[in-house]
């Protein structure tokens, strides 16, 4: 497969799932969380999935396009690895909803360089939270659930987070 089929695949799967996720939480209280911003065009689509939702984004360096640039008092910048326990500390388990965009572009120096964001998505999600991933958290804190049928395998994965919900 060609890196442009493979790209629009992605892009396919990840609108997919987003689509589904934000049918999850509509109607459940919780933050949303949105873990890399890029260019904005997973924020912007469940800003627009989720109208009247403040969407907290976590981005070192934001560049966006500038429709969609989240407002200053949701945009916390920075490395996450010090955002996101400092969130954690004044929001706790607060969030239905957490969608983990941040990536190298390959796998394996993810599961190295990002080692340590699961146990920091687990501290940020409420007990039946759902996550969404480009790549595979393993934390004791989530449950692998399935995604929708249009989804191909290890495109995109997705956790509840053990508890009630």
């Not at 689509?45 to 500038?66: D, K, Q, T, Y």
């Not at 008092?73 to 690895?81: F, P, Q, R, S």
């Not at 989530?142 to 995109?156: G, K, M, N, Q, T």
């Amino acid at each position: 497969m060609s890196r442009l089929d493979s790209f629009i695949r992605r892009l396919e799967a990840q609108r997919s799932v987003l689509n589904w996720a934000a049918d999850f939480v509509a109607d459940k209280d919780g933050l949303i969380l949105e873990l890399g911003l890029g260019n904005g065009r997973t924020y912007d689509h469940l800003r627009e999935r989720l109208p009247g939702r403040a969407i907290h984004v976590f981005e070192r360096s934001p560049s966006p396009n500038p429709r969609s640039m989240p407002p200053q008092h949701l945009l916390i910048v920075g490395e996450m690895e010090q955002t996101l326990p400092a969130f954690a500390a004044r929001h706790g388990a607060a969030a239905s909803l957490i969608h983990v965009d941040v990536t190298t572009g390959v796998p394996t120096r993810d599961r190295v360089a990002f080692a340590w964001l699961p146990e920091q998505v687990a501290a940020l999600a409420r007990p039946g939270a759902l996550i969404v991933s480009g790549w595979p958290l393993d934390d004791p804190a989530f449950e692998a659930v399935p995604l929708p049928i249009d989804i191909p395998e290890e495109r995109y994965f997705a956790y509840r987070r053990h508890g009630a919900g």
